[in-house]
């Protein structure tokens, strides 16, 4: 009867920490000069550190620099920790060891891994402790820079060890990697293009809250005309059948939005005037009453438009100048009614 044995060796595993430390010592020390050494230069933050920072600065550093580093260290570590590979000598060496070739790769796989792991759980902990000690700690975001780093390393470097499966060179090993991320790239760039053609509001964001943004300044241009504003608002149009804008415009405003089961308005409300035409309905009313029906209804989130809140501020600054800029041909509206 087989005995169960572990896919895993310590001495092999230690062997390769100890060998290859360079690279995790690099990339260790790299990410400890952007991220806990920084939080300590009190002064280049202004000459304080608050919450403000210490929710920006790790997600800020994880966009700027944490993919590239990820995809650099994560085909170095695949090179060192599989370049035996490449060597009959060291092939026969290593396979003629008491050690299964299964309990072998995951060694290796685990010991390259570790070479960046471990370097990110101690850069989280000493950012933590260099938080601590600043008087502002924001335990989520350090989190989520731990979480998206490790991923995106566990990712590269995984994908640099399936490319060191069927290389028969170290040197092709870099080529073929980059090649295939050449390639991802260009598949997820052109992806992107068609979501972007044929998915309304796919490519940003921050059109989505910009819109929103500027009915909210029409709600307060019909207050200030009229001194009453909706206590609810009505999304149709094409715009509505997504429930992340609807959702926007209700966090943005603070209002209730409802969205009509028939989404496209201007088509009911032709139908609706020729049905009282040809007596159908007995009044516009009585149609309305019958015909339009309600989807969903989105209710704002007050923690979402507390932030949304102190955004609309600088927006109502920004706004005017942009137009400004518009109105000089130094840039150009994203859309402009017909006409004008």
């Known amino acids: 009867m087989l005995s169960v044995k572990s896919c895993f060796n310590p001495t092999l595993f230690c062997k390769n920490l100890m060998r290859f430390w360079p690279i995790w010592a690099l990339y260790g020390a790299m990410w400890l000069l952007a991220l806990p050494l920084s939080i300590f230069n009190v002064e280049y933050w ?3 550190w608050n919450m403000d920072n210490a929710q920006r600065i790790p997600l800020s550093l994880l966009e700027s620099g944490g993919l590239m580093s990820a995809a650099v260290f994560g085909v170095l570590c695949a090179m060192a920790v599989f370049s035996y590979l490449y060597n009959n000598r060291s092939v026969g060496m290593l396979h003629a060891l008491p050690i299964r070739r299964r309990d072998l790769f995951c060694t290796n796989f685990l010991a390259g ?3 960046l792991i471990l370097p990110n759980l101690a850069v989280f902990l000493l950012s933590l402790l260099a938080e601590a000690l ?4 924001d335990f989520g975001s350090l989190c989520m820079w731990l979480v998206v780093q490790s991923l995106l390393c566990f990712f590269f470097y995984a994908f640099a060890v399936f490319c060191a499966m069927f ?10 990697y980059g090649i295939l991320n050449i390639l991802a790239s ?3 760039f052109l992806i992107q293009h068609l979501a972007q053609e044929f998915i309304y509001g796919f490519d940003s964001l921050s059109r989505l809250e910009n819109t929103a943004l500027l009915v909210r300044s029409h709600i307060e241009l019909v207050k200030d005309a009229t001194g009453h504003e909706p206590d609810e608002l009505i999304f149709a149009g094409g715009a ?3 429930p992340l804008w609807s959702q926007i415009v209700a966090d943005v405003t603070g209002k209730p939005v409802k969205v009509p089961v028939v989404k496209e308005a201007t088509a009911l409300g032709a139908a609706i005037l ?6 159908l309905y007995a009044n516009v009313e009585d149609a309305v009453s019958r015909t339009v029906k309600w989807d ?8 979402v438009k507390a932030v949304y809140d102190e955004l609309y501020g600088n927006w109502k600054k920004l706004y005017p100048a942009q137009l400004a800029l518009c109105a000089q041909g130094v840039t150009r509206n994203m859309w402009i009614a017909p006409g004008l």
């Not at 600043?134 to 700690?137: D, Y």
């Not at 020729?274 to 007596?279: E, I, Q, R, S």
């Open 113 to 115: 891994l570790s070479f």
């Open 274 to 279: 020729a049905g009282v035409g040809v007596g």
């Open 296 to 303: 969903r209804q989105f209710q704002p989130d007050p923690s």
């Open 134 to 137: 600043n008087g502002a700690v």
């Open 167 to 176: 290389t028969g060179h170290l040197l092709a090993l870099p080529a073929f």
């Open 240 to 242: 509505a059948k997504s």
């Open 186 to 188: 260009a598949l997820m």
């Open 46 to 48: 202004g000459g304080k």
